[in-house]
Structure formats: structure tokens, C-alpha cells
């Protein structure tokens, strides 16, 4: 195969790689979100809103602490993705009338063209990154409000708004991240396509194994969540007997 061609072949067959994994990844979660990381993290916090907002007098700083935690993580994350589109944004424009200077390293097309077509590819993925990043903070900012909104019996619907709202930050959160993964690719696409292909099928790996679960995982997980139910079970039957006590 001729070495300009090389870029028309690899470079979408990566890409698909990338995306096939996705797909899979996205029919996992809708179907049988135990097995992987994200619903597993989902059925956890929706347990931890319920635990905070069960006694908010008591929780209430813990759980703004928590999300100011998050906040912060958010913006770090959207910040870097802003000073690195600025910097690739300067790079171009500084680069854009230096003449075809391609490098020896490079084994596919050198064409200027090209050239313009990657660069602006890594900067979608960090404007995407940002805007990612920026809506969860804007949900995280919305939910250390309400937290710390005083509930009743019988109001299971406010707990479960909080815990979709948190859960919906978090879903913007992991969106940020896998346009940071996506972006090592098509940083290496600057070599050629042959390390951009390379890197898609590694980073499809490796997304795997941080994606799913282990079945000692799940198990952990629903012992942790059972536990946790029993305690609240058994500080709310305290809670009643002292109150009965004092009446």
C-alpha cells in the first residue's frame, strides 16, 4: 500500500475500533449496568444521596464537602482542556505560514491539508472535553443546593431528583474523560496513522478493564449495599424506640 494511502485505511479503522467498543460499551450500561463501573458508581450514589438527605442537619456539610470535592475535580478538567485548545489554537496560526516542514518521523501523507485536519480533530476533542465538564459542574453546583433540602416521609421523589441530577453530573464527567482518551489517538495521528491505529486498539483495552466489573466486584458491592440499608434500618427503629420512649 502506497505511504499516502495509509491515512484513508487506518485511520477510519481505528476510529471504528474506538467506536465499536462504545457501542458495546453504551448496550452494557442500558441493559446490564451492574457490569460495568458506571452503573455500579450510579446505584451508589443514589444510595448516598438517601443517606445524606435521610438527616441533613447531621450530613449536610459532609455532603457539600463531597460535592465541592467534584466541583473542583470538574474544573481542573475543564480548565486543562481550555488552555489546551488555546495552545493547539496558537500553534496553527503560529505554524500555518512556516512552510511544509514535515517530519522524517512521520510515515503516511505530510500533505498540509492533512496536517490542518488533525490538529483541528485534537481540538474538538477538547472543546468537547470542556463543555463536558463545564455541564457538570453546572449539575454538581445545582445538587449541593438541594442536598442539603430537609425531607420527610413520603417525599421519595425529591431524594430521587437530587440522585438523578448527581447522577447526571457524573455522566458529564465520564463524557469529558472519554474525550480525553479519544484525543491520545488522534495526538499520535500527528506521527502517522500507524501509531493512531495502535493506540486505538490499546485504549480500547484498556477502557475495558476500567469500564467493567469483576464478579467479586459486584458481589462487594451489593454486601456494601445491603449493609448499609440494614444499618439505616436499624438507627431508624432506635430513632422510633426514643421517640416512643419520650412521648
Known sequence: MEEDRLDLVLVPLGLVVFGIYHVWFIFTVLHTPRRTVIGLNAESRRQWVVSMMTD????????????????????????????????????????GNSGNTASQLIYGNKSPTLSSIKYFSILLCFLVAFLCNVQSIRYYAHVSFLATIPTWQGKGESIEYVARNLNRGSLFWSF????????????????????????????????????????????LHSCSIKEGVRTSDVESVGQMNVTAAEG
Open 56 to 95: 441533613p442537619l447531621k450530613n449536610g456539610v459532609l455532603s457539600v464537602q463531597t460535592i465541592r470535592n467534584n466541583i473542583m475535580a470538574s474544573t481542573l478538567l475543564a480548565t486543562t482542556a481550555i488552555t489546551l485548545s488555546s495552545l493547539i489554537g496558537v500553534f496553527v496560526s503560529s505554524t
Open 176 to 219: 469529558g474523560l472519554r474525550a480525553f482518551y479519544l484525543s491520545f489517538p488522534l495526538f499520535l495521528w500527528i506521527f502517522g496513522p500507524i501509531p493512531m491505529f495502535v493506540c486505538s486498539i490499546i485504549m480500547s483495552f484498556i477502557l475495558y478493564f476500567l469500564d467493567t466489573t469483576t464478579s467479586f466486584t459486584r458481589q
